[in-house]
């Protein structure tokens, strides 16, 4: 049984460390403008590296674990997909591209003859 002291104690830690990373990617941010005079390459290398570490401090946290599980799920999801191959792929595409073809030449039949339809009737014919 889970001791309720210790996940309060946990929540507390996961707190603090969330805030304690972007407490570093803000610092991070406005030392990158700060410093504007240096280096953008020194700058942009300073930002990442205080990223990597503000990333994997928050991945510390039981919602850092959460969304890494949820990646890496993902990943497992995206493995099962079966792709198409290239003879489909052309083949569906254009199948699509007939069909818009056609429905755009049908919609424009229909409104070719409601127009005329509507002229005829209120006798409007320019």
């Known amino acids: 049984m889970l001791n309720p002291k210790a996940e309060v104690q946990e ?14 990617v803000t610092g991070a941010m406005g030392a990158f403008y700060f410093y504007s005079n240096q280096s953008l390459l020194l700058r942009v290398v300073g930002l990442l590296a205080v990223a990597g570490v503000a990333g994997a401090l928050a991945l510390q946290t039981a919602q850092g674990r959460d969304v890494w599980g949820f990646f890496k799920e993902a990943q497992i999801e995206v493995r099962k997909v079966v792709w198409p191959t290239r003879q489909e792929t052309t083949r569906m595409t254009l199948i699509v591209i007939a069909m818009v073809i056609a429905m755009a030449a049908i919609l424009w039949l229909l409104d070719t003859l409601l127009a005329w339809l509507v002229q005829w009737l209120t006798g409007a014919r320019g």
């Open 11 to 24: 929540r507390k830690g996961d707190v603090f460390r969330l805030a304690l990373a972007l407490l570093l």
